[in-house]
């Protein structure tokens, strides 16, 4: 079992920065995509950021470069930079992380419990 840990929300005004960090209970080296989604009130989840483990990335379209997503393998953690922060980016945001096992063979999805971002204006 791998548990995914956030932190990193809280409240920022309009236009203000936040950085959240998720590390994982053990190497991320074996995950093959590694993420952040949001989901605000009465909205679906929501692709934020991926990375994959040979350095692809993808943003959702609202990002528009100001989130910027990076794995610290070191540290077992991946890290979602966040600038010029809007109310609009108001949400739940979650960890994601998606594994092959040693076969190849069963792909595996583990999910943290969340951080709540709150953009004033």
């Known amino acids: 079992q791998v548990q995914l840990v956030e932190s990193g929300g809280g409240l920022v005004q309009d236009g203000g920065s936040l950085r959240l960090s998720c590390t994982a209970s053990?190497?991320?080296?074996?995950?093959?995509?590694m993420g952040w989604y949001r989901q605000a009130p009465g909205r679906e989840r929501e692709l934020v950021a991926v990375?994959?483990?040979?350095?692809?990335?993808n943003y959702g379209d609202f990002v528009k470069g100001r989130f910027t997503i990076a794995r610290d393998n070191t540290q077992n953690t991946v890290n979602l930079q966040m600038r010029n922060l809007k109310p609009e980016d108001t949400a739940v945001y979650y960890c994601?992380?998606?594994?092959?096992?040693?076969?190849?063979?069963?792909?595996?999805?583990?999910w943290g419990q969340g951080t709540q971002v709150t953009v004033s204006s």
């Open positions: 994601e992380a998606k594994e092959l096992d040693a076969y190849g063979d069963n792909e595996y999805e583990y």
């Open positions: 053990r190497s991320i080296f074996g995950f093959k995509f």
């Open positions: 990375t994959t483990n040979d350095g692809r990335t």
